[in-house]
């Protein structure tokens, strides 16, 4: 029976120990083709189009798993030359091969490593709306978050749909994408915004402030009565500029709504797009209640230049304790910034014209 015993235990060492071996044999030889493959991508995101093609070669022999398993760090989101020239020539190796694979498996881990491989796919709109309509919440989320800024507008409908997905991670990443989109969204936002549920009205809003085109007025304007302070608050941040002063009339009522971090907001948005034949009316805000809208007011008109700073010099002379403080609280910031000269701020030798006269638009 001891026989037995030191028999069994024997084997079981010596099978612990060749498994062992045969486990560190493999991670050795895993590491040694991802250094291998590491040290080929490095030579092919330098290298001309005459030294790709032997390299693309020489990246053909590696294993794909290994191949992957490298593409699967490359940032989701290329901004720069090199990312984007990575991305390419892990595209021309098996790994797309894989990628496809994956986009069909009924794991939903698996369709997850898909959705963020998505980039080195020649035509992956197919696989993509595939993925985007997936019955697990992380493969809809995962395949979102891969869009650059192409895939962002080309799927901006799919996306707008998304802000209303069951599942909250689907939601947030489908804003985030819309947030980074460029002026290819314009159309869409003109086309979803007015049909939007009314608690969609803020992400869609966002997404408007973010463009910033004045194309979108029409779609913004109507919510600027809005009984929700935060929507109203949205519809400042979002109002474009750089349009006739005629149509920006409801916007002079965000200035004065009940609401502070309304009038913050659309004094911030004064500032933001230097419209500076509003400037009489944010000196009017010095006089505010609140004091955060008076700090926004005295901070928009120190970035208006010239009108900002006639504006905080005429506050000086007034009888107004509040707005006389805060013109004086900013203009010292532009002196002790060196913005300002001190003589400066006592010469008043241009008149405001009607305007901006802050006292009279208040």
């Given at each position: 029976m001891i026989r037995g015993s030191l028999i069994t235990i024997g084997a079981s060492l010596f099978l612990y120990v060749v498994v062992g071996s045969l486990v560190d044999a493999y991670q050795n030889r895993r590491r040694r083709q991802e250094a291998q493959a590491m040290e080929v991508l490095s030579r092919a995101l330098y290298a001309d189009h005459e030294q790709l093609a032997p390299l693309?070669?020489?990246?053909?022999?590696?294993?794909?798993?290994?191949?992957?398993?490298?593409?699967?760090?490359?940032?989701?989101h290329f901004d720069d030359q090199l990312s984007h020239r990575l991305l390419e020539v892990v595209g021309n190796t098996t790994a797309r091969r894989k990628v496809y694979r994956l986009s069909k498996s009924r794991f939903w881990p698996r369709r997850v490593r898909a959705a963020r491989m998505l980039q080195i796919l020649p035509e992956p709109e197919n696989t993509t709306r595939k993925l985007l309509q997936d019955s697990n919440a992380a493969v809809r989320a995962a395949t979102i978050e891969s869009f650059d800024t192409d895939q962002i507008a080309f799927f901006a409908a799919e996306l707008f749909e998304a802000l209303d997905d069951k599942h909250q991670s689907v939601r947030f990443v489908a804003q985030q994408a819309l947030l980074r989109g460029d002026g290819r969204l314009v159309e869409p936002v003109r086309e979803h915004l007015p049909n939007l549920p009314s608690h969609l009205i803020a992400p869609g809003l966002e997404v408007a402030a973010n463009l910033g085109d004045p194309r979108l007025l029409k779609v913004i304007k109507p919510h600027a009565t809005s009984e929700d302070p935060q929507v109203r608050r949205l519809v400042a941040a979002a109002t474009p500029f750089g349009i006739p002063e005629k149509?920006?009339?409801?916007?002079?009522?965000?200035?004065?709504?009940?609401?502070?971090?309304v009038r913050v907001s659309a004094i911030e948005a004064v500032a933001r797009t230097q419209a500076q034949w509003m400037a009489g009316r944010v000196g009017a805000a010095l006089r505010d209640r609140s004091y955060e809208v008076r700090r926004a007011a005295g901070n928009c008109l120190a970035q208006l230049g010239a009108i900002g700073l006639l504006v905080l010099r005429e506050a000086l002379t007034g009888d107004d304790p509040f707005a006389h403080d805060m013109a004086q609280q900013v203009i010292d910031g532009l002196v002790v910034d060196g913005?300002?000269?001190?003589?400066?701020?006592?010469?008043?030798?241009?008149?405001?014209?009607?305007?901006?006269?802050?006292?009279?638009?208040?």
């Amino acid at each position: 029976m001891i026989r037995g015993s030191l028999i069994t235990i024997g084997a079981s060492l010596f099978l612990y120990v060749v498994v062992g071996s045969l486990v560190d044999a493999y991670q050795n030889r895993r590491r040694r083709q991802e250094a291998q493959a590491m040290e080929v991508l490095s030579r092919a995101l330098y290298a001309d189009h005459e030294q790709l093609a032997p390299l693309l070669e020489e990246m053909r022999s590696i294993p794909s798993q290994v191949l992957f398993s490298i593409a699967m760090h490359v940032p989701l989101h290329f901004d720069d030359q090199l990312s984007h020239r990575l991305l390419e020539v892990v595209g021309n190796t098996t790994a797309r091969r894989k990628v496809y694979r994956l986009s069909k498996s009924r794991f939903w881990p698996r369709r997850v490593r898909a959705a963020r491989m998505l980039q080195i796919l020649p035509e992956p709109e197919n696989t993509t709306r595939k993925l985007l309509q997936d019955s697990n919440a992380a493969v809809r989320a995962a395949t979102i978050e891969s869009f650059d800024t192409d895939q962002i507008a080309f799927f901006a409908a799919e996306l707008f749909e998304a802000l209303d997905d069951k599942h909250q991670s689907v939601r947030f990443v489908a804003q985030q994408a819309l947030l980074r989109g460029d002026g290819r969204l314009v159309e869409p936002v003109r086309e979803h915004l007015p049909n939007l549920p009314s608690h969609l009205i803020a992400p869609g809003l966002e997404v408007a402030a973010n463009l910033g085109d004045p194309r979108l007025l029409k779609v913004i304007k109507p919510h600027a009565t809005s009984e929700d302070p935060q929507v109203r608050r949205l519809v400042a941040a979002a109002t474009p500029f750089g349009i006739p002063e005629k149509y920006l009339g409801f916007f002079v009522g965000l200035l004065a709504d009940e609401d502070a971090i309304v009038r913050v907001s659309a004094i911030e948005a004064v500032a933001r797009t230097q419209a500076q034949w509003m400037a009489g009316r944010v000196g009017a805000a010095l006089r505010d209640r609140s004091y955060e809208v008076r700090r926004a007011a005295g901070n928009c008109l120190a970035q208006l230049g010239a009108i900002g700073l006639l504006v905080l010099r005429e506050a000086l002379t007034g009888d107004d304790p509040f707005a006389h403080d805060m013109a004086q609280q900013v203009i010292d910031g532009l002196v002790v910034d060196g913005r300002v000269a001190a003589r400066e701020v006592h010469e008043v030798s241009v008149d405001l014209d009607p305007l901006t006269q802050w006292g009279a638009a208040a």
